[in-house]
């Protein structure tokens, strides 16, 4: 199915550590990005979303890079901790043939070691 | 304020049956979307609602379906399950005060197994 591709399926890394995830995209027209954090046995949680307007969005120990001219984010985590370990999904707002639909990465999932 | 709900959480059916999943998106807000997520294929767009219209759908058959009641709340339905619709559904909720793009806020799914 369509996607948002990512580079690696999975990241560990050590508590304490800061954690950078990443993310293609492949639409250039695309203006509205959002990363989503998914726990076992829950839905995705919102974290930190960004506009094509912007190169960079901080929030609370996380930051969201946006590179437009290789199509390309990334999630940052500041001090890593076990509560982090999940899989962060990036989502490219996309509008397709009329519509307009979230288009979903397949997912980095981050293990946190203490 | 109450997050997105959905409900049953579970939920399991046999081949050719239908199923019927709810969602009540967060107070106030218009837009429910539904998903579909598997190990395969990942988070798959199905559908969008707003004020009772379907306003935007993803590249599924005609066995998925849904509706938008006048509160906001959504159902979607299968028909004549297929061993393959065993996935979490998921709904979004948001807002839509600024055209669409706009965070949508999960709820915790319903896992359908279809044996």
């Known amino acids: 199915g369509e996607s948002v591709g990512l580079h690696l399926p999975t990241l560990s890394v050590q508590e304490g550590d800061n954690s950078i995830i990443n993310c293609a995209y492949s639409?250039?027209?695309?203006?509205?990005f959002i990363w989503y954090k998914q726990e076992s046995g829950k839905g995705p949680q919102f974290i930190i979303d960004?506009?094509?307007?912007?190169d960079k969005r901080q929030g609370q120990r996380v930051t969201v890079l946006l590179n437009k001219t290789v199509k390309h984010l990334s999630l940052q985590i500041a001090a890593t901790q076990p509560g982090d370990s999940a899989v962060y999904f990036c989502?490219?707002?996309?509008?397709?043939?009329?519509?307009?639909?979230?288009?979903f990465g397949t997912g980095t999932r981050l293990l946190v070691s203490p | 304020k109450a997050g997105v709900t959905q409900t049953p959480r579970y939920l399991i059916k046999t081949r050719g049956q239908q199923v019927t999943l709810s969602c009540s998106p967060i107070?106030?807000?218009?837009?429910v979307s539904w998903y579909q997520q598997t190990p395969g294929q990942g988070l798959q767009f199905l559908f969008e609602?707003?004020?009772?219209?379907?306003?935007n759908k993803g590249n599924f058959p005609g066995r998925f379906s849904g509706r938008q009641f006048s509160n906001s709340r959504s159902e979607m339905n299968v028909s004549t399950l297929e061993l393959g619709d065993s996935a979490l559904y998921l709904c979004?909720?948001?807002?839509?005060?600024?055209?669409?793009?706009?965070?949508?806020?999960f709820g915790p799914g319903t896992r359908l197994l279809v044996l």
């Open positions: 979004a909720s948001s807002p839509l005060l600024a055209g669409g793009r706009e965070t949508q806020y």
């Open positions: 639409n250039s027209a695309s203006d509205y």
């Open positions: 960004i506009r094509s307007n912007m």
């Open positions: 989502a490219e707002f996309r509008v397709d043939t009329g519509f307009q639909k979230l288009v």
């Open positions: 107070s106030g807000h218009r837009s």
């Open positions: 609602y707003f004020s009772e219209t379907q306003r």
